[in-house]
């Protein structure tokens, strides 16, 4: 499979199954276009035909043209065949385990936000908050379940999980007290709001979390119209200032701000730039993921300016590469060389199977996005995972269970995409959110665009 585009001045190239990147001239890319389905000679004629005012493009220089990609077909990297859906790797009934927890300290939140799919951090129930005794069986039926994996991994999440930050710390106390023991080693991440953001905080996350996410959706304007406190005011003068003391302290790596953009902020590069802008360095920036029905949700209609502020946003970055004031944009975080093994490029994120969220009572779901759904309860931290059929259907949900995925160019980028959208969308997890493969192809080829750019200049 061959899929072609331009962008920015270049002629890109993708042999899907092998993972080649081609940047190649006018000529080239016009015959790769036609070489699996039109004879040679015919295509030599098109050729002809179309450059006929360029001296440069002979009947000898298509001939050559012809030699190049033959090859590339012989060293398997261009016209290559598809070699992982025949593989023997059921996946259905492959050996699991659980290498991460989400842990779900705090079913409360001191913001208000209008777009959460949490439901201002109650996941459509009652608001709870974790105790330590919960987050502490939590660890033991990580270690329990992990078999012989080494590195296991816990999120700290909510609502907003600094509102129990003393089972925090706790629970953290705990997995470094065993972990050694156990044979394991722990890596912490954080997400957070900020409000509650202090010293203590920063000091705590900077000795023990991998990494942190800060939410910020960007301008003032921007992220006060949907991001607010309890009392209606926006938290943007809150948080800016305890982010950027954040990020000083933890020497600026190893953390996120990531915002939301909307139907409210389709020119999201503004934002990204604004927070580049800041001073912070290390970016994401997700489209809101709702009711089609919701004021701020995005449309068709907004999806051309989407696609351009994606290929801005590529351009800028390059620019201020060349300037010496880089930033990084989570999304065009690619290594075509050194990339996933096949096994991940196909069962993604291991949502069901080795990645599982768990409730402040202990109660264990696929990944954040299900909580609440008891269709969707795998079981719990005691009992252990009750509801087998369910993680087989989660085992089964990689890049070549959806219908839809087997002619895509991107399947092997995304994995066949998010379980818990394509079930908000189509209301199967082997569905397809349409709206979002649009925006993740886009945002993979400005990625590999700047992979060109960068091996160009």
């Known amino acids: 499979?061959?899929?072609?585009?331009?962008?920015?001045?270049?002629?890109?190239?993708?042999?899907?199954?092998?993972?080649?990147?081609?940047?190649?001239?006018?000529?080239?890319?016009?015959?790769?276009?036609?070489?699996e389905n039109t004879p040679k000679e015919e295509i030599k004629a098109k050729m002809l035909e179309k450059y006929k005012d360029d001296k440069t493009v002979t009947s000898q220089e298509i001939d050559d043209v012809f030699s190049d990609i033959e090859e590339l077909k012989a060293n398997k990297q261009l016209f290559t065949s598809d070699t992982f859906e025949g593989k023997a790797f059921d996946f259905k009934n492959r050996n699991t385990v659980v290498k991460a927890?989400?842990?779900?300290?705090?079913?409360t939140c001191n913001l208000n936000c209008e777009y959460c799919f949490a439901s201002q951090g109650k996941y459509h129930g009652e608001r709870a908050i974790m105790s330590f005794e919960v987050g502490k069986r939590a660890i033991d039926f990580l270690?329990?379940?992990?078999?012989?994996?080494?590195?296991?991994?816990?999120?700290?999440?909510?609502?907003?999980?600094?509102?129990?930050?003393?089972?925090?710390?706790?629970?953290?106390?705990?997995?470094?007290?065993?972990?050694?023991?156990?044979?394991?080693?722990?890596?912490?991440?954080?997400?957070?709001?900020?409000?509650?953001?202090?010293?203590?905080?920063?000091?705590f996350a900077n000795k023990e979390m991998y990494n942190v996410v800060l939410s910020l959706d960007g301008r003032k304007e921007v992220h006060d119209r949907l991001r607010k406190t309890i009392s209606g005011q926006g938290s943007y003068d809150i948080i800016?200032?305890?982010?950027?003391?954040?990020?000083?302290?933890?020497?600026?790596?190893?953390?996120?701000?990531?915002?939301?953009f909307t139907h409210n902020n389709t020119d999201f590069t503004k934002d990204i730039f604004h927070m580049a802008d800041l001073g912070f360095t290390e970016l994401s920036?997700?489209?809101?993921?709702?009711?089609?029905?919701?004021?701020?949700?995005?449309?068709?209609?907004?999806?051309?300016?989407?696609y351009e502020q994606y290929e801005i946003l590529a351009k800028e970055m390059l620019k201020r590469e060349k300037e010496g004031k880089p930033f990084t944009f989570y999304h065009y975080m690619l290594d075509l060389k050194n990339g996933p093994c096949i096994y991940k490029r196909i069962s993604g994120c291991g949502s069901g199977t080795e990645y599982m969220a768990v409730t402040p009572w202990g109660e264990l779901f696929p990944c954040h996005q299900f909580v609440g759904d008891s269709k969707y309860s795998l079981g719990n931290i005691y009992d252990g995972i009750t509801n087998v059929d369910l993680v087989n259907k989660f085992k089964?949900?990689?890049?070549?269970?959806?219908?839809?995925?087997?002619?895509?160019?991107?399947?092997?980028?995304?994995?066949?995409?998010?379980?818990?959208?394509a079930y908000h969308a189509t209301g199967d997890i082997t569905g397809v959110y349409d709206y979002g493969c649009k925006l993740f192809k886009k945002r993979i080829e400005c990625a590999i665009m700047m992979q060109v750019a960068r091996e160009n200049k």
């Open 1 to 35: 499979m061959i899929h072609q585009y331009k962008l920015n001045g270049y002629n890109i190239v993708i042999d899907v199954f092998s993972g080649s990147v081609h940047s190649v001239d006018d000529l080239a890319y016009d015959i790769i276009t036609l070489y």
């Open 101 to 107: 927890l989400c842990l779900h300290v705090a079913h």
């Open 143 to 203: 270690i329990e379940n992990s078999g012989t994996r080494r590195n296991l991994e816990v999120d700290f999440f909510g609502g907003e999980p600094l509102l129990n930050f003393d089972v925090v710390k706790k629970i953290v106390e705990y997995a470094r007290s065993i972990e050694k023991e156990k044979g394991k080693n722990f890596r912490f991440t954080l997400t957070t709001n900020g409000m509650s953001l202090n010293d203590d905080v920063i000091d």
């Open 240 to 260: 800016v200032p305890k982010f950027l003391d954040f990020v000083k302290k933890r020497g600026n790596k190893n953390y996120y701000v990531r915002g939301t």
């Open 285 to 306: 920036m997700e489209p809101v993921v709702c009711s089609p029905k919701d004021p701020y949700a995005l449309t068709e209609e907004d999806l051309p300016i989407l």
């Open 396 to 421: 089964n949900c990689n890049a070549y269970a959806r219908k839809d995925c087997s002619s895509c160019w991107a399947k092997l980028y995304c994995s066949g995409g998010c379980a818990a959208n």
